[in-house]
Every structure is written in structure tokens, then in C-alpha cells.
């Protein structure tokens, strides 16, 4: 092949190093201004990540309140057309309050997506019904179904310290037949400890009454 024809590789090297050779370019950092090689495919600014971290950019990316250079920029007619366009547009108060209004109920009870009939099941195993008119319901307006069965047989609404025990252990079998209401806590513990153990010392026993005995009754309400 007669020569002149084509370039050489050497020159074809020199136009197009990074490319095939992998050289590396000099640059200078913008904060220490140290000279640092980089490979020309990367757009690097700075050294190392310190110095990428005092620089303005990071600054600007983090959003000190603090840091002067944002407040300044903030207070230029550029961070106030950024602010506007984050911000969005404000309504009056009287607009709000009617939007509220109509959005209130919107997705309550069966308007929810999640509507499940108004009948769950939480964690420890206990059914719990939808009665948000009810003076004890939990924040999401739900109670428990075995109080509920207990106060429809009563013909009152339990108090707070009454406690409904489970006959046969099953949390979620909520026959009244199966349900059985104590005064307090310490009385179902009491019932449930002399259950489990059958067996119990005679000085247990006189324990459980002599607690039984001056305990103070519960307040009416």
C-alpha cells in the first residue's frame, strides 16, 4: 500500500486519544484550584468530594438556610420567579374553607376505596365493627364486636374498666353464650389464673381473696 494515501496512526491517535488511546486531560478544581487528570469523557469540576462540597453548587443542591450565597439568591429577581413557580398559586382564606367544607366525608365509611364493609380484624385477633357514634370507638370510629354484644344484652354501654372475657379462649367467637363480663382487669386475671392453674396453694388462694377484699369499687359513672 503506497504511503499518503492513508493518515497515520499516530495521527489518527492525537485527534482521537481519548478515544482510542484513553489519555487523560488536565483540569483545575474550581474551589482549591489544584490540577487534577481526568479521563475527557468525564465532566468533572472538582479534586475529590470535599472540595465538591464547600463549592456553591452543593450548597445550592443542600438548601442551608443559613449559607449567605442562598439568601442572596433568593432575595434576586430569579429566586423570587423560582419561588413563585414552586410555591404555586394561593387562594383566599374564605376559598379554603369552603373547599374543606365540601371535601369533608368525601372518602369516609363506604366512600373509602378501602371499604371492607365496615368489619376487620386486628392484629391480636379481635373483630372490630364500624360505629363512629359510639362514645368509645377508637380514632377510625371502629369497637370491638364482643363489647358491643355485651352492651345490646345489657341494655347500657359498658364502662371503660369492664373487661369481657372469652369462655373458650377463641378471640374471634362472639356468642354471648360464650362471653362473660368482669367488673375490672385484676378480676379476669384472677379468673384466668385460677382456670390455667386448678391446682393452686391454698396461700395463693388467700392472696387472690385478700386483694379481692380491699379492693376500692369502681366509680359509677
Given at each position: 500500500?503506497?504511503?499518503?494515501?492513508?493518515?497515520?496512526?499516530?495521527e489518527m491517535r492525537d485527534k482521537l486519544g481519548r478515544f482510542i488511546?484513553?489519555?487523560?486531560?488536565?483540569?483545575?478544581?474550581?474551589?482549591?484550584?489544584?490540577?487534577?487528570?481526568?479521563?475527557?469523557?468525564?465532566?468533572?469540576?472538582?479534586?475529590?468530594?470535599?472540595?465538591?462540597?464547600?463549592?456553591?453548587?452543593?450548597?445550592?443542591?443542600?438548601?442551608?438556610?443559613?449559607?449567605?450565597?442562598?439568601?442572596?439568591?433568593?432575595?434576586?429577581?430569579?429566586?423570587?420567579?423560582?419561588?413563585?413557580?414552586?410555591?404555586?398559586?394561593?387562594?383566599?382564606?374564605?376559598?379554603?374553607?369552603?373547599?374543606?367544607?365540601?371535601?369533608?366525608?368525601?372518602?369516609?365509611?363506604?366512600?373509602?376505596?378501602?371499604?371492607?364493609?365496615?368489619?376487620?380484624?386486628?392484629?391480636?385477633?379481635?373483630?372490630?365493627?364500624?360505629?363512629?357514634?359510639?362514645?368509645?370507638?377508637?380514632?377510625?370510629?371502629?369497637?370491638?364486636?364482643?363489647?358491643?354484644?355485651?352492651?345490646?344484652?345489657?341494655?347500657?354501654?359498658?364502662?371503660?374498666?369492664e373487661k369481657v372475657h372469652h369462655k373458650n379462649g377463641v378471640l374471634?367467637?362472639?356468642?354471648?353464650?360464650?362471653?362473660?363480663?368482669?367488673?375490672?382487669?385484676?378480676e379476669h386475671i384472677k379468673f384466668e389464673i385460677l382456670q390455667k392453674?386448678?391446682?393452686?396453694?391454698?396461700?395463693?388462694?388467700?392472696?387472690?381473696?385478700?386483694?379481692?377484699?380491699?379492693?376500692?369499687?369502681?366509680?359509677?359513672?
Open positions: 500500500m503506497p504511503r499518503g494515501i492513508y493518515p497515520r496512526i499516530s488511546s484513553g489519555k487523560k486531560i488536565k483540569k483545575v478544581c474550581k474551589t482549591c484550584g489544584k490540577e487534577f487528570w481526568v479521563n475527557p469523557c468525564v465532566n468533572a469540576k472538582y479534586c475529590s468530594r470535599k472540595c465538591f462540597r464547600n463549592g456553591k453548587e452543593w450548597k445550592i443542591k443542600i438548601g442551608k438556610a443559613n449559607s449567605k450565597t442562598l439568601r442572596k439568591f433568593w432575595d434576586s429577581p430569579e429566586g423570587i420567579k423560582r419561588r413563585k413557580e414552586m410555591t404555586g398559586r394561593k387562594l383566599p382564606i374564605k376559598i379554603r374553607e369552603k373547599l374543606s367544607e365540601s371535601h369533608k366525608g368525601l372518602y369516609c365509611g363506604s366512600k373509602h376505596p378501602g371499604w371492607k364493609g365496615g368489619k376487620i380484624k386486628d392484629k391480636s385477633g379481635y373483630i372490630l365493627l364500624f360505629r363512629p357514634n359510639h362514645p368509645f370507638a377508637n380514632n377510625s370510629g371502629y369497637v370491638r364486636e364482643h363489647r358491643l354484644k355485651m352492651e345490646e344484652h345489657l341494655g347500657r354501654y359498658l364502662r371503660p374498666k374471634d367467637d362472639n356468642r354471648i353464650e360464650n362471653l362473660k363480663l368482669f367488673t375490672n382487669q385484676s392453674f386448678p391446682t393452686l396453694s391454698e396461700f395463693g388462694k388467700t392472696i387472690l381473696k385478700y386483694k379481692k377484699s380491699h379492693q376500692k369499687s369502681p366509680k359509677e359513672h
